[in-house]
C-alpha cells in the first residue's frame, strides 16, 4: 500500500540550531542542510532543514516499508502504518527535538502501489513490455527502462509532473540492490515474479484529492488511486501485445538515457512489412522495393535488434485483478 512518503513539517515557531552541523546547500532563494540517517541497515530517513523565501520548514523523507521490514518488496499495510508513524516521529524527535506527528503533517510526496504475484517472471517482463507499446494509454510515456530494469513510467500530460505511475519487475530491482549490498538474499527471493505497480503523487496532486495528511487517506482511497492508474495504462482489460519485434526494436532503439529514435523505428517497421510482405529474405526481391544502402542499413539494425529472420509473434494476457485492502 504505502512505500515513500515526504512530509513538510512548519518550524516557524522553532529554532534551527539543530542543523548547524549537517551538511550545506545555498541558492538565491533557498537555504538548506539536510542529513541522512539509517535507522536501519537498508533504510535511510532523510531530513532538510530549509528556509525559502523566509519561510523554515523541516522536510522528512524515508520509505516505510523499508524502516519497518528492511526491504520495499512488501508494501507497508494499513494495520502498520502506527508503528511506522511512530518510527519516525522518535527518530525525528531524537535528531531534531522536534515534535513532529506524521500522521497530521503535510504531504508533500506518497508513493502507493501495489504488487501482483505472477506466475513465471516471464510473464512480469512480458507485461511490462506490452505496456510500454501500448497505444490506449491516456497518459504520456516518459521512460522506457531504468537502469537495466525491465520497467516503464508515465505521467499527467502537460507542465506539471506531480503525478506519476510506474510498471517495473521488482526482482531486477532487487537484484541490483543485491549487487551493491542494499539487499539479502531472502528479499531477492521474495521479488521473484513480482510486478511492482506504483503511483507517486506530489503536493499540488494531493492538494487536488483532498489528500494533504495521511490521517486523511483510507485503505479504499488507495484502491481507488491505483485502480484509477490501472485503468490509465490499460492494466484492467485483455492486454494484445501486437507484434513482439516492434516491442523489441522499441527497446534497441532507446538509449540508457531513455531517448527513442521514432524516425529510425517507423523506417524499420517499414522494412519488416516489405520482408513480411515478401515472404522471404532474397536480397534480389528486397532490392526491388528499396536502394541498395537502404536495405544493408536496415538488415544490420535488424540483426543487431535480433528480429532479422524472426516472424511475427503476439501475446495475450489476461486483466490483473484491480488491488483489495483490508481495512
Not at 11 to 37: C, G, P, V
Request: aromatic residues 8%; glycine residues 4%.
Amino acid at each position: 500500500m504505502f512505500d515513500t512518503v515526504k512530509w513538510s513539517h512548519d518550524l516557524s515557531n522553532h529554532r534551527m540550531d539543530f542543523a548547524a552541523r549537517w551538511e550545506w546547500t545555498n541558492t538565491s532563494t533557498t537555504q538548506e542542510r539536510y542529513k541522512q540517517i539509517h535507522p536501519t541497515s537498508f533504510s535511510t530517513l532523510k531530513l532538510t532543514a530549509a528556509r525559502r523565501f523566509g519561510v523554515r520548514t523541516l522536510e522528512i523523507e524515508t520509505s516505510l516499508p523499508k524502516l519497518i521490514y528492511g526491504n520495499n518488496v512488501q508494501m507497508l499495510g494499513w494495520s502498520d502504518l502506527n508503528m511506522a508513524t511512530d518510527a519516525v516521529s522518535d527518530l525525528v524527535r531524537d535528531e531534531t527535538g522536534v515534535d513532529f506527528n506524521p500522521l497530521d503533517a503535510e504531504l508533500s510526496r506518497l508513493d502507493v502501489g501495489h504488487n501482483w504475484r505472477l506466475e513465471s517472471q516471464e510473464e512480469v517482463v512480458a507485461r511490462v513490455r506490452i505496456t510500454k507499446n501500448s497505444e490506449y494509454t491516456r497518459r504520456k510515456r516518459v521512460e522506457i527502462e531504468q537502469d537495466g530494469i525491465p520497467s516503464v513510467c508515465f505521467r499527467n500530460r502537460g507542465k506539471r509532473r506531480n503525478d506519476s505511475t510506474r510498471l517495473y519487475s521488482k526482482l531486477h530491482e532487487t537484484q541490483k540492490l543485491y549487487k551493491n549490498a542494499l539487499a539479502t538474499a531472502a528479499v531477492v527471493e521474495d521479488a521473484r515474479c513480482v510486478l511492482r505497480l506504483e503511483r507517486e503523487l506530489h503536493r499540488s496532486a494531493l492538494k487536488a484529492m483532498k489528500l494533504t495528511r495521511l490521517s486523511l487517506i483510507t485503505p479504499t482511497r488507495v484502491e481507488e488511486i491505483l485502480i484509477e492508474a490501472m485503468t490509465a495504462i490499460g492494466l484492467d482489460r485483455e492486454q494484445v501485445g501486437g507484434d513482439e519485434r516492434f516491442i523489441t526494436l522499441r527497446e534497441y532503439l532507446t538509449d540508457s538515457a531513455a531517448h527513442f529514435n521514432g524516425r529510425r523505428y517507423r523506417s524499420l517497421r517499414g522494412t519488416l512489412a516489405v520482408l513480411d510482405e515478401l515472404g522471404t529474405l532474397a536480397k534480389a526481391e528486397a532490392l526491388m522495393f528499396m536502394s541498395r544502402p537502404t536495405f544493408y542499413k536496415d538488415r544490420k539494425d535488424l540483426q543487431c535488434a535480433g528480429v532479422w529472420g524472426v516472424g511475427e509473434k503476439s501475446y495475450m494476457l489476461a486483466p490483473l485483478t484491480p488491488p483489495r485492502f483490508p481495512e
